[in-house]
């Protein structure tokens, strides 16, 4: 996408930020997870989880009403960012249970 001769508007390929609501088990302020790829609705997404945020970057051309557009950074340098729950992020929690279940299994 980028090393196209036309790499497209800067709306077009875009990143939405969620900040993630406080846990009673959980202090996402404190973890970072490694980027992982997924695939939400015929959409190719990358995640990422940084101290609290979840930075979801398209990868995939989205679709004319894709509900995360007005997320997007626009033109004129605005960003919204949203306050979510982290069960919102599915493929988010498979990973942070499977981090808790190696953990746990870890011998001492």
């Known amino acids: ?4 001769p036309d ?7 875009g990143c939405s ?14 973890m970072v997870f490694e980027p992982f790829s997924l695939r939400l609705d015929k ?5 990422f989880c940084f101290r609290g945020y979840v930075f979801q970057f398209m990868i995939s051309k989205p679709f004319t009403n ?3 557009r ?3 950074i626009n ?8 306050e979510t729950d ?3 992020f599915r493929p988010l929690c498979e990973l942070i249970d499977r981090g808790i279940r190696t953990a746990r299994a870890w011998p001492e």
């Not at 930020?17 to 404190?30: G, T």
């Open 43 to 47: 959409q190719n997404l990358i995640l």
């Open 1 to 4: 996408m980028l090393l196209t």
């Open 66 to 68: 894709d509900p995360f």
């Open 17 to 30: 930020i969620f900040k993630l609501v406080p846990h009673a088990l959980l202090d996402f302020r404190s």
């Open 75 to 82: 033109e004129e340098g605005g960003l919204r960012i949203l």
């Open 86 to 88: 982290v069960r919102s």
């Open 7 to 13: 790499p497209g508007e800067p709306g077009e390929y």
């Open 70 to 72: 007005p997320t997007f």
